[in-house]
């Protein structure tokens, strides 16, 4: 383009300003080539005439268009020159806040001096694995690309953050190596990354100092190599320094600082353990009071000392090294201190004995006080034939003193360097290396001296390198696209730096100078004047003969040689130096001893070597000189930097002022030029700076084609006809062969063509728009003037015929008006009369009816009183009755007793006998023959047991023939001992008789007590309504409480939500450690590998989870004495208000009653088996053993009756008390507590007259039996011997024993019976009256806090209230607590009873077996049993201990999850809960265990050997989820099984209680859950940011896509293509396949939802965060288009029913910050409505967003400043996180909830397929 169409009307140019640098103005008249002013106006409006001339004033600069002002990359700029460079530089930094600026590959950094939150581990996973430019510029994306580099090339990186004190160096290389640590953290224990960042706090102390520039400058440089290893892990770290700026520790300038270490120490000082130091304030010592300012505002000098020891010992300094260390730091202090007094005749001085400092000096390094005294005020001169000790004058003294102090501190610092070196050494294999120098930039003062020279010297070096690579890259990338391109001239400044230091050049003539003997500083500057006079580089100042002038690259500086060489020498005496190496302290001699130059071990790339070698001897010919050495370390820093790929950064100082966010330009400017950056503009702007890809160029510009041009296909083609037509000049343009370069100025000069494109096409639409509105505006306005005249005319008509009906209207109304008056009237009237006769005749006839019913009710209570005291008259005479009979029947019945033994003596009784005996057998023969065939089998056996007691009838006969005559004399005794008897039995029933008055009485007196309590009872009823009617007057102020109540709940389920957050997070983290202890036990392995037999890893896994297993139960068992303690140690109060506390002891409440039923059940299951086994076996036994068989079942069923109303009382004390918590009012917990007293009572009356019944039974039993034993032996005795006669008495005595023994036996069972209920009867007469006292205590506790209560503001009053509920939930649930622990210990002594039995059992039953296979013939039951099994499947597989191993192989290790995708979900789990039942079924706790075990062990193993595949880990997680259901589903608990089936509950388990293992399973579910989440987000995360914020899902917004960032080539993979793109369509398939894929495996909804909602999470976290990062993509168009992603994304879940998930709730904050994109953002309205609008983004994300807007043309407007200030000062009702990006790594506490299966076991059927034939079905 010409001159006159760049400089037309309107344009905007910059013109230069001795202020401002550049200002900006606009040219107000086209101007013409050659004319000689330009008009001008400025923005205040201020005219100008600007002159112009060809060679002395050029045309200014043109300014760029207002769309590229901010741009993250300053290449991308159209006009490439000083003042766009520094205008966008401050826009970016003023407005948006922004500190980082790309410019090509420099990073620019300015220092906000304020603390920003974008150093977060959020962001550095934010910008972990992102390409340079695809982000907003930041350290980290530099760190990034060079982490990325070192990975993908494998080369060595360097990252070189240079600029002058105070830019922010250090903080910026601080930033990249917690990137490096981050990202690449050490795999092992050794936390490298850890102490490389401690190794900051170290050198920032002995290096760091206060400058009037920076309030921590680094005074030295240094270069860290971070190695990593294959894997890129950090492994370790070097550190290399260069030229520690000693000077400052014996001198510091006005306003200045010596280095933090001294300061720390002093003011630690008053400390115990730094007492032996001797310091006092850094006011009192010399080398700390210089600068006459000893503070730095906001730094605490004590805290940092804290720090600095911290990193001490973190770097495994030892606290004795530390605290000589801090000696030889305080020595120096003290040495500064020493006062050297000057003799008189002014050549020699002294220093006093009595000097403190002196020793203090000599007492902290250990050294002789008169040999330091000396050799401080003499010098040794040493010729080649004597020795000579000459004395110093004071000057030469304090310089000496000096330099020894400066000698000592550059040793400590060497030693420091040198051990955290060690410290950070490693002995593995460095692989690759990122190196990081933090250097001074360039320096110029009013004076500069060696230190400048020196510094500007290296930053010369680093330009050099600098020049060469931007240069190299640039020729790169037209290499690549395959442009012509000519050579692009650079500034080259090698003969500056062969001025420094090629032969003879400054350098080289220093050194000579030093080694002259009585070398000067004049004579050095002479010798420079002399040899480089010539040189373009170096000048001569006019008015001085001692100082020379270097041109450097950034600027002309001029330098006092004025001690040039005695810094150059370092020279220090040599006898100090020997007294300080016979230092008593072996660190103090070990500073100074000489060492030989020892290389350290080598790196596998570059050699690292210290930058500067050891001092050796004081030997002049031999020692190097401080230029030489550091030329040296330099040379090698550029070696080391030329073998790495290096990324640069440049710190920029905004102001000297130190004031946030201020922007000074003239010191910009001047920074700018020094560090390079121009540099780099010249060389891009000398090329083509702007490119642009072919399809951003066709969408960007494709509104200056015409439509027939727009329809090729071949879009290359259609951009160069673009091209070609609208720029003539073909060189202004190359096409590559995936962008367009254009040279600079053209991208705006198209940008304004589009621009006027444009503005015509509006002008046009306006101009049709308007025409159109006025023509609709004259339709509508003749249209409605017709309309009004019709409306008109017809209201006048209406109006008139509205008159006429009203008229006619008020007659009537007035008609019916007075008709309906008069009616009203008289119904009324006729209304009250019937009322009050209805009202009389009611009262009389109610009056009538009372006195009847009084009549009534007295007629029924005099009823009711006479038939009780009728009743009680005849329970008495029946009892008096019943008494008289018994006595009478005694009497009558020993009568008979001896009549009939009278009667027994005769032998015609006999006979009588024996054929009356004859006649009832015959009689019961024909009775026998009329019954059924059962009793048929019954007579038969009784003919066998008659046959033996024939027999046995014999036998007695013969012994009574034997017995003769001593019969007699027992007779006589045992009918003494019966009366004795007699007489004991009517004492016992007078005692009973005795007791039952006395439990009548007691029963009255507890009657009594009742109806007391029913009185206590009605007046508690009383208080209960007054309290009521207390709390109905109270409810409304409650009421206006309930949404802080609500708020509370909400806390208390957010607390819940957190804890079981936190457990779940331990999980994790207990997986990363046993994947970390995997991956340490395997590198073990690999190093020391031993010959011989080693364990298979799978078996040892398996023995290390069994171990682990017990642990895990053991902790589990805890839980109850770990939450006792808890509450003791926390109090009641605090523990009332744990949650997670509160239901931790309810859920052990209900494991361990699960546990109780669960062993009583197995505990009547095995006495119902041993009870029939022992029939069994005893069928054979003796009628003797029978009766006791049968007594002990009779005791048994007792024990079990007494038991169940054990077990319903507890039932009912339980359900009392969980309803006594449930409810809030008092009077209603004493009514239960009422109630459950007196059911307590009734059932103890219950269980007495049961008891009664049972001893009445009992006896009758036991007296029945031996009446039946005394008629059938006479009978047999008759029909078998009817000779025998006289020998009867044996018989009637064994009678009489019998009888005598059961007597003995009912009266022991009376006796024990009635002393029971008497027990039972007292404890419950207690138990009423303690339960009486506690209610009163309670009533009055409660009266108090209702009176307390009363008093309390509403708000307190609800918090108070809610804080008693809690609290009495939590009494009651301790209390509850207790109870459990006590059956929890009765249990376990069951348990270990219970094992013993069933081993017992189970030895029995083996025998039994043996003895069974033994016989001939097997029992019958045995084979039913047999047969029962093989015909019945009952859900239960059986496998061998051998197969074990094959069964998880087959079902578990290599198992696919499409082998079993056509069977039932779950299939796995199935079959290892039937394999589980059968071990149960059968009682084999070990085949439980192991199973058990193997199961969890081999899931272990599979996941982390597909730890990155979905479908498997989808699969397991399904299983496991299903085996931890069927655990429950199984269990026998009650809470379980209300959904079962009748045959599921058959199936329960019977032996063994999994509760412990349930625990294991849902932890590993979490586990697996877990790694689902991390493997679906590891698939999903690269996909999200290419289809939520760069697919174009609306194609109509494409062609206002904005324009990309000029890219690094080296940011994307050349190889691979380029970053793969993906489309909204994409993710959402992808989220489909992961659906679908866990709804095939079964997984349960509610954890499917669970999965979808974390994903979803994650979309949202990535999207905004990169959405907050990156300034391309926050425009209006990028907001359309990411609504319309979420709203796909929202009918995703829809069409999946997943609606229910909360998964929409999850991307809140993105859609608002859509919304945000598009909303109107001008007035105070509109920033309201941003408030109210983004409630799930916090102010800091909304200002963020705010400054990222960027217009994509001219017609849109930026964000104002002045809104976005309203925004932040705008008060926010919000509780904001401090980052400012998400976190991405959140994780939601997934819940597993119980969802029982409706399979039925027995109904499964196993494909063939997998291979599992070895399993029996049972």
Known sequence: MSVNELYAKYTRVWIPDPDDVWRAAEIVRDYKEGEAVLHLTLEDDTPLEYPVGPKSNPLPFLRNPDILVGENDLTALSYLHEPAVLHNLKVRFLEPNHIYTYCGIVLVAINPYEQLHIYGEEVIRAYSGQNMGDMDPHIFAVAEEAYKQMARDEKNQSIIVSGESGAGKTVSAKYAMRFFATVGGSTSDTNVEEK?????????????????????????????????????????????????????????????????????????????????????????????????????????????????????????????????????????????????????????????????????????????????????????????????????????????????????????????????????????????????????????????????????????????????????????????????????????????????????????????????????????????????????????????????????????????????????????????????????????????????????????????????????????????????????????????????????????????????????????????????????IRISAAGYPSRWTYPDFFNRYRVLLKKSEMASADKKLVCRNLLETLIKDHDMFQFGKTKIFFRAGQVAYLEKLRADRFRSACIKIQKTVRGWLQRVRYRKVRKMAVSLQRYGRGYLARRHADLLRQTRAALLCQKQYRMVRDRRAYLRVRRAVVTIQAFTRGMFTRRIFQEFMLHHKAMLIQKVVRGWLQRRRFRRARDAAITIQCLFRRVRARRRLQQLKVEARSAERLKSLNSGMENKIVQLQRKMDDQSKELRTQNEQLLQVNNKLQKQLEQVKTQQGEAGGAGGAQVSSLQEELDRLKEELQEASAQRKRMEEEHGNEKTGLQLRVEELEKENALLKSEKEEMN????????????????????????????????????????????????????????????????????????????????????????????????????????????????????????????????????????????????????????????????????????????????????????????????????????????????????????????????????????????????RENNQPRQQSSEAPEVSEDKEPVDSEEALKAYHGLCESKKLLEAQLQT????????????HTQIELLRDDIEKKQEILSYTASLSPEARVEYSVQQEITRLTNDNLDLKELVEKLEKNERKLKKQLRIYMKKVQELEASQAEAQTNRSRPPLSRQVTVQRKEKDFEGMLEYYKEDEALLFKTLITDIRPNTVSATVPCLPAYILFMCIRHADYVNDDQKVESLLTSTINAIKKVLKKNNEDFEMTSFWLANTSRLLHCLKQYSGDEAFMTQNTGKQNEHCLKNFDLAEYRQVLSDLSIQIYQQLIKVAEGIIQPMIVSAMLESESIPSLAGVKTMGYRNRSSSMDVDSGGPATYTLKALIRQLGQFHGTMRDHGLDPEIVGQVVRQLFHCVNAVTLNNLLLRKDVCSWSNGMQLRYNTSQMEEWLRANNLSHSKAAETLEPIIQAAQLLQVKKKTTQDAEAICSLCSALSTQQIVKILNLYTPLNEFEERVSVSFIRSIQTRPQQRHDPPQLLMDTKHMFPVLFPYTPSALSLETLHIPASLGLDFLIRV
């Open 196 to 680: 490389v960042l401690a190794s900051s706090p170290i050198m920032e102390a002995i290096g760091n100092a206060k400058t009037t520039r920076n309030d921590n400058s680094s005074r030295f440089g240094k270069y860290i190599e971070i190695g990593f290893n294959q894997q890129y892990r950090i492994i370790g770290a070097n550190m290399r320094t260069y030229l520690l700026e000693k000077s400052r520790v014996v001198f510091q300038a006005e306003d200045e600082r010596n280095y933090h270490i001294f300061y720390q120490l002093c003011a630690s000082a008053s400390l115990p353990e730094y007492k032996d130091l001797c310091l006092t304030s850094a006011e009192d010592f010399t080398f700390t009071s210089m600068g006459e300012n000893i503070f730095i505002e906001g730094v605490n000098d004590a805290a940092d000392l804290e720090k600095t020891r911290e990193a001490f010992t973190l770097l495994g300094i030892k606290e004795g090294n530390q605290s000589s260390i801090f000696k030889v730091i305080a020595s120096i202090l003290h040495l500064g201190n020493i006062e050297i007094c000057s003799q008189r005749d002014g050549e020699s001085c002294h220093v006093s004995r009595n000097d403190l400092h002196l020793k203090h000096f000599c007492t902290l390094l250990g050294v002789e006080l008169k040999q330091m005294e000396h050799w401080l005020c003499h010098r040794k001169l040493v010729t080649a034939t004597e020795t000579y000790v000459k004395n110093m004058s004071t000057k030469q003294a304090e310089n000496a003193r000096d330099a020894l102090a400066k000698h000592i501190y550059a040793r400590m610092f060497d030693w420091i360097v040198e051990h955290i070196n060690k410290a950070l050494h490693t002995s593995s294999k460095q692989h690759s290396f990122i190196g990081v120098l933090d250097i001074y930039g360039f320096e110029t003062f009013e004076v500069n001296s060696f230190e400048q020279f020196c510094i500007n010297y290296a930053n010369e070096k680093l330009q050099q390198q600098f020049n060469s690579h931007v240069f190299k890259l640039e020729q790169e990338e037209y290499m690549k696209e395959q442009i012509p391109w000519t050579l692009i001239d650079f500034y080259d400044n090698q003969p500056c730096i062969d001025l420094i230091e090629a032969r003879l050049g400054i350098l080289d003539l220093l050194d000579e100078e030093c080694k002259v003997p009585k070398g000067t500083d004049e004579n050095w500057a002479q010798k420079l004047y002399k040899q480089h006079s010539a040189s373009a580089h170096f000048q001569k100042p006019r008015m001085s003969n001692v100082s020379f002038i270097i041109v450097h690259f950034a600027d002309k500086v001029e330098y006092q040689s004025e001690g040039f060489l005695e810094k150059n020498r370092d020279t220090v005496y040599g006898e100090q130096i020997n007294i300080l190496k016979a230092s008593e302290f072996q660190l103090v001699a070990d500073l100074f001893h000489d060492k030989d130059d020892v290389a350290p071990p080598k790196s596998s790339r570059v050699n690292v070597r210290p930058a500067k070698s050891t001092p050796k001897a004081p030997n002049k010919e031999h020692k190097k000189t401080v230029g030489h050495q550091f030329r040296s370390s330099l040379h090698l820093l550029m070696e080391t930097l030329n073998a790495t790929t290096p990324h640069y950064v440049r710190c920029i100082k905004p102001n000297d002022l130190k004031e946030p966010f201020m922007f000074d330009s003239r010191r910009a400017v001047q920074q700018l030029r020094a560090c390079g950056v121009l540099e780099t």
């Open 1029 to 1268: 009617h207390r709390i109905l007057q109270q409810t409304k102020s409650f009421e206006e409480d309930s949404s802080s109540v609500s708020l509370m709940e909400t806390s208390l389920q957010a607390e819940l939500n957190a804890e079981r957050q936190r457990y779940q997070n331990l999980l994790k983290q207990m997986t990363t450690v046993e994947q970390r202890y995997d991956n340490l036990k395997e590198e073990l392995s690999m190093s020391k590998f031993q010959p011989g037999h080693r364990r298979n890893p799978s078996n040892q896994s398996s023995l290390e989870s069994d171990s682990n297993y017990t642990s895990i139960s053991t902790s589990e068992l805890g839980d109850t004495e770990d939450s006792i303690q808890l509450v003791e140690e926390m109090g009641v109060e605090k523990a009332a208000m744990d949650i997670g506390l509160f239901m931790k002891l309810q859920k052990r409440v209900r494991e361990l009653e699960q546990e109780r039923r669960r062993l009583q059940i197995n505990l009547d299951k095995m006495e119902e088996l041993a009870r029939s086994r022992g029939s069994e076996s005893r069928s054979s036994t003796s009628e003797q053993e029978t009766a006791d068989l049968a007594y002990n079942n009779l005791k048994r069923q007792e024990l079990e009756s007494e038991n169940k109303k054990l077990k319903k009382d507890l039932n009912e004390l339980r359900r009392s008390i969980s309803e006594r918590a449930s409810e809030n009012d008092p009077s209603n917990e004493l009514q239960d507590s009422y109630n459950l007293l007196l059911s307590q009572l009734r059932s103890a009356n219950e269980e007495l007259e049961g008891r009664k019944e049972e001893v009445l039974i009992l006896r009758t039993q036991i007296v029945s039996a031996a009446h039946i």
């Open 1317 to 1328: 209920q008497s027990r039972q009867h007292g404890d419950e007469l207690e138990a009423l």
